[in-house]
């Protein structure tokens, strides 16, 4: 019996994006916004957007499969998937259920897509609004810990405590994704730099987190494409195959009130040794990286859980000269990110991934045969993937 | 122990139990100044937050302790940006996760009262204090921690 692996079975042949904006600002209705993203990506495939089969997303996106294949006219449905839970962290596990249905037989062309336009929906943001309230929530929101930001930096701080881990760290990471979108007409940070003084003089939002180590809120859609291996020598980009994903959490992450065991953990304890092992390389294969971050904290943390330095060389690793492009030791968040590219909910993550291995970013490594992507740090399920070069098989 | 003045503004969502019930013992607990934890009957482990199954043994036999208000603080963070409008114009103020050593060191959420300048030590001893809202719609109680 052949190995279970997707590695190498699937490549991304199209990526695809709208306009990129701040909350509120799309001038599209959110459907419309995945309509463009989806045919974007298709255009870039050189692929008849009609022969689309399936469709995989997270977070519980709210365009319906069924619904953008009746507007799109795709000749038939085979796959139809939603990632359950996590958020942002089912980014890469959207791709790895796209690309499991494609090695599969259970559909032939599947695009992963995200659409946002929070100025149609409720923020992100925001703490609950009804007078009562129950459950894990409950706990936590009376005493007014009620946003993501607030729920996570309890687990930096003891991560931080236990390490050693200085601020400057987290500056690092927030200065390296806005460092990057300078070069990137795409980012919503384009031409609004970030330095030291910025970042230490700017307010406190909940510590250690100031407002530059906390995700931007944006409007806007990205999709990309995937397609048996076989079909992608055939089509106009250099293919770029998958060569792991993995997904999920380790032991009862999702134990209510804060009392899941590996608590200062961005949740990859037990998901980035199942990455690696599907994919075949080791952390020093790593050409790039990039990783989701709702706040910089979750990066320090899922960077160490993917073996790229131990958290008490945190302080040595992340300096600004190491994370960036093209000559930096682990050049991060080459687009800009959830910072300062756009908070495409990470799948802006996932393009970029693309563009690295194909040669097409505006911080383009000079080599970028192994590129990963992580999604969605500190929550549950979490997800990670490497994306390989046609060298890497 | 009680407090006086609550330490956040009125106006925030005032916890209530679950349809199914879950947790009622612990929100009717706090109103009588008791803190209560869930223990399975099986296997003696203790779980926090409540759920309907032991997730050491698999019992449904679960019970619910009273166990005494003393802690260590396991993190902190301080809230300087407001989330709801019931905190607009609050100020600062401080969350801690507290672990409980005669419960298994479950860990539990709540203020630490206090100068919300305060430093704040991660390890440092805390005593429970009750924050009861006889007169809120429903009335509830708060459990928070001070420096012991
Ligand atoms: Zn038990």
Known sequence: ?393 | MATGKPYLSPGLPIPVAEPDGLSQPYWEGLRQGRLLVQRCKACQGWQWGPEWICHRCRSFDLDWVEVAGKGRIYSWERVWHPVHPALKDHGPYVVVLVELPAADNVRMIGNLLGDPHQAVSIGASVAVAFEHHADADPPFTLAHWRLA
Not at chain 1, 44 to 64: E, K, T
Not at chain 1, 283 to 305: A, C, H, I, K, R
Not at chain 1, 359 to 382: E, F, H, N, R, Y
Request: proline share 6%; hydrophobic share 40%.
């Open chain 1, 1 to 393: 019996m052949a190995p279970r692996t997707l590695r190498g079975r699937v490549a991304i042949v199209g990526i695809g994006e709208t306009t990129y904006y701040k909350h509120g600002q799309a001038p599209d209705a959110e459907f419309k916004l995945a309509l463009m993203a989806i045919l974007n990506a298709a255009k870039d495939a050189g692929i008849d957007p009609r022969d689309i089969d399936g469709f995989a997303s997270y977070s519980n996106d709210r365009n319906d499969p069924s619904r953008i294949a009746a507007a799109l006219g795709t000749r038939e449905l085979r796959f139809s998937n939603m990632q359950w839970g996590g958020g942002g962290g089912g980014g890469s596990a959207a791709v790895g259920s796209a690309a499991a249905a494609v090695a599969g037989g259970l559909a032939d062309c599947v695009v992963v897509f995200r659409a946002l336009a929070q100025g149609q929906f409720a923020r992100f943001g925001q703490g609950p609004q009804a007078k009562t309230i129950s459950g894990d929530m409950a706990f936590q929101a009376p005493y007014g810990l009620m946003s993501p930001g607030q729920r996570y930096a309890m687990k930096v701080m003891r991560f931080m405590h236990r390490h050693g881990v200085k601020q400057e760290a987290l500056r690092a990471i927030a200065l390296a994704s806005y460092h990057h979108a300078q070069s990137n007409p795409r980012a919503v940070m384009y031409g609004r730099p970030l330095d030291e003084a910025k970042y230490d003089n700017s307010r406190w939002i909940v510590e250690p987190f100031h407002l530059y180590d906390c995700c931007m809120e944006n409007d806007g859609a990205a999709a990309l494409i995937v397609v048996p291996a076989e079909r992608a020598r055939d089509l106009p980009h250099k293919p770029v195959y998958l060569l792991g994903a993995s997904g999920g959490s380790d032991h009862r992450a999702g134990a209510p009130s804060h009392n899941v065991p590996n608590y200062a953990s961005a949740t990859f304890a037990s998901v980035a040794p199942h990455l690696y092992a599907m994919a075949g390389v080791k952390p020093g294969d790593v050409d790039v990286v990039q990783s989701y971050e709702n706040f910089t904290g979750g990066v320090l943390m899922s960077l160490v859980e993917h073996g790229f330095f131990a958290p008490e060389a945190a302080n040595d690793f992340l300096h600004l000269e190491n994370l960036i492009a093209p000559r930096g030791k682990l050049p991060l968040n080459t687009s800009g990110g959830n910072l300062a590219e756009c908070y495409m909910h990470g799948l802006e993550l996932q393009l970029e991934g693309v563009r690295q291995v194909r040669g097409q970013s505006t911080a383009q490594l000079p080599k970028a045969d192994v590129s990963m992507v992580i999604s969605g740090p500190m929550v549950t399920p979490v997800s990670s993937m490497i994306l390989g070069s046609e060298a890497t098989l």
